[in-house]
């Protein structure tokens, strides 16, 4: 381990409150100036909702995923939030929530889970890319919501061409550069020869919005993959040893038992990182010691290695049982960056950052699959949050800290212009005010991370201020 870390970070109980959609816009108190220059809107989703219909969430995955929108214009912020209509919520809002089956929730009677896949949540990611906004989980397929409204237009099937079998992962990747988007996704589709029906389906989509498949990445059983990483070259995937125990996994299937507490962390079978070349040619395989994350910050080429940021955690407990505390306000993590250096001859050289305890790493996405010098992290510092600047040339870490009531979700960064410095621009982040039991956006200037928020845009109300979003320069339409 690189440091000595605490192993909690404290919410207080109520931010897991089911929250109200807004589903009018509503223009929010300020508190500060909002900059002229930072124009667009801000895409939230997480889990928003635990409680429903006769349906009670054991996990926080399980929550209805809450798509949120804050329009920044003219020195305002105006704030929209709508669930996305997923099945789990229809069934939910008709009084059928105990027949609904989670990923670790499980339905009341035996008919209702022997046989049924978990039920979608959408509430891990919301992506805008070639004028759609995508909400994504990891067991589900992308859903198509409205960029401006945020009503539900339905699933995403890229007009037929995601195979059926197939999910779409909640984090995929766009390439500055180019404007392609890409993504991986568990591939259940029986293959000719291959005992265990499993691989990561890898896909690439244009600037128009057009997928198309980029091979399989085989496996020789079901593993968990929340995130991967693209270079300009490669698509990155490090395989961590998460695996869905066989056995469990049928009982599961039978009913007997949740999909989730099938997966395990099997440190014996060792990791391996797979480098699909985005060109179609031949994958390379690297073997190396096992490590436990769930999030990639960045990747790049540097002659003729490959880096790649993580979050390590500490142990899988974090998200087999720790997560299933999240109605008590604590949930675990023990976790810290690590860099991991891919040689041309096969071997992996691994250096542990050491922080206190953190997650969400993000970067200027301008940077993605290339070389970059700053990356942002939720830092948890004796049982409070803090937004850390982490920069990779001098080492420096700088810190922004809130009230002790008040927790931090994922640092976005938005640069001040096309063309600015790699930290010249603002950190949006939303936060949870315990005291006031409100959600707030802060804007802070990232070049200098430790002065007060420049402004902060206060609800009326909350909601859980996890898991992902995304920013757009493209200012939404009110439609109300």
């Known amino acids: 381990m690189a440091a000595t870390i605490p ?21 929010l108190a300020l508190i500060g100036v909002v900059p002229q220059e930072l124009q667009g809107t801000l895409y939230r989703i997480g889990p928003g909702r635990f409680n429903s219909g006769g349906f009670a969430a054991d996990h926080i995955f399980d929550g209805d995923g809450l798509v949120s929108k804050f329009v920044i214009e003219s020195g305002t912020v105006r704030f929209q939030s709508r669930y ?8 939910q809002e008709a009084g059928r929530g105990g027949q609904v089956r989670g990923l670790y929730t499980q339905a009341r009677g035996l008919r209702h889970n022997a046989g049924q896949f978990p039920a979608d949540s959408a509430n891990t990611h919301a992506v805008v890319h070639a004028e759609r906004l995508l909400a994504l989980s990891d067991i589900g397929r992308p859903w198509d919501i409205d960029l401006d409204d945020l009503t539900t237009k339905g699933v995403c099937d890229f007009d037929g061409r995601l195979p059926r079998l197939t999910r779409f992962s909640a984090h995929p990747k766009i390439d500055p550069v180019t404007g392609e988007l890409f993504n991986f996704g568990l591939d259940l589709a029986p293959r000719l020869g291959m005992h265990i029906p499993a691989g990561l389906r890898c896909y690439r989509v244009d600037p128009s919005g057009r997928l198309t498949t980029m091979g399989v990445v085989p496996l020789e059983d079901v593993i968990v993959q929340h995130d991967f990483a693209i270079t300009e ?58 490590l436990v994350y769930f999030h990639v910050g960045n990747a790049y080429e540097d002659n003729g290695d490959i880096v790649l940021d993580v979050v390590q955690h500490e142990s899988f407990e ?41 997650e969400f790493p993000t970067h200027d996405e301008r940077r993605t699959g290339r070389e970059h010098r700053f990356t942002y992290f939720t830092e948890y510092v004796d049982g409070s949050s803090v937004i ?26 938005v640069p001040r212009s096309d063309n600015a410095a790699e930290d010249d621009g603002w950190i949006l982040v939303l936060t949870y005010n315990a005291a006031e039991h409100r959600t707030e956006l802060h804007i802070l200037d990232a070049a200098k991370i430790e002065d007060d928020a420049v402004a902060i845009a206060r609800l009326n109300g909350h909601f859980f201020p996890g898991f992902h979003g995304s920013f757009t320069p493209r200012v939404a339409v009110s439609k109300a």
């Open 7 to 27: 192993n909690t970070r404290q919410y207080n109980a109520r931010a897991f409150e089911d929250a109200r959609e807004v589903p009018r816009e509503v223009e």
């Open 84 to 91: 996305v209509r997923t099945p789990k919520f229809h069934a």
């Open 233 to 290: 070259r490669y698509l990155v995937f490090a395989l961590s040893p998460i695996f869905v125990d066989p056995i469990k996994g049928a009982l599961a299937l039978a009913g007997f038992g949740t999909t989730g507490d099938a997966a395990d962390y099997r440190p014996e079978k060792g990791m391996k990182i797979v480098l699909v070349p985005r060109d179609g040619g031949r994958q390379r395989v690297i073997e190396c010691d096992p």
């Open 318 to 358: 974090f998200l087999s049982t720790g997560l299933k505390t999240f109605r008590d306000g604590v949930l675990p993590n023990a976790a810290w960056p690590t860099r991991l250096r891919i040689t041309p001859r096969g071997r992996v050289l691994r250096e542990e950052i050491e922080m206190a305890a953190c």
């Open 388 to 413: 850390a600047k982490l920069d990779h040339v001098t080492g420096e870490h700088r810190q922004h800290a809130f009230e002790s009531s008040t927790t931090a979700g994922e640092p976005i960064f």
